[in-house]
């Protein structure tokens, strides 16, 4: 399936195509667009557009797009309801909320800095993901939090 979002991907946009690939829609396709053409485009092609406004999956009630996405797509996954408030922390500027969140920000900053192709940065932080994952699987695994 094709799935539309901004241009200039940040956390919530890196993370909801990992959470898309590993989760929901493993032949998943992206597609990055200037905010104003998002929905035009996804109307056009039927593309399933996140983390833009006038989409379905955005944010709601102070909880970021990764959480409309676990919710809409009922996961369940401990690892990954303990890694969405690392998430929701860093993407919605609330960074005293997690520990991580403030650590995970400036690795989204620096690797937009390093990779302004989005489809690169995307290829490239999915490492990160994978291993902010992994950490949350052991957290979850010893009751920490």
């Known amino acids: 399936m094709k799935w539309i979002t901004r241009s200039h991907v940040h956390v919530?946009?890196?993370a909801c195509?990992?959470?898309i690939t590993r989760f929901v829609d493993s032949d998943a396709e992206f597609v990055f667009a200037p905010k104003s053409k998002v929905m035009e485009i996804a109307e056009k092609t039927g593309a399933i557009p996140f983390d833009t406004d006038g989409a379905e999956l955005h944010h709601r009630d102070g909880r970021c797009t990764f959480d409309a996405i676990i919710a809409d797509y009922q996961l369940?996954?401990?690892a990954l309801l303990r890694m969405a408030k690392v998430i929701?922390?860093?993407d919605t500027g609330r960074l005293?909320?997690?520990p991580l969140a403030a650590g995970f920000e400036a690795i989204a900053?620096?690797?937009g800095l390093r990779f302004?192709?989005?489809r690169e940065n995307l290829a490239r932080q999915f490492e990160v993901y994978d291993a902010l994952y992994a950490w949350c699987r052991?957290?979850?695994a010893q009751g920490q939090r």
């Open 12 to 14: 919530d946009r890196v």
């Open 17 to 19: 195509p990992w959470l």
């Open 76 to 78: 369940t996954d401990a």
């Open 88 to 90: 929701n922390a860093a």
């Open 96 to 98: 005293e909320a997690d």
């Open 109 to 111: 900053v620096g690797y």
């Open 116 to 118: 302004p192709d989005d």
């Open 138 to 140: 052991l957290d979850v």
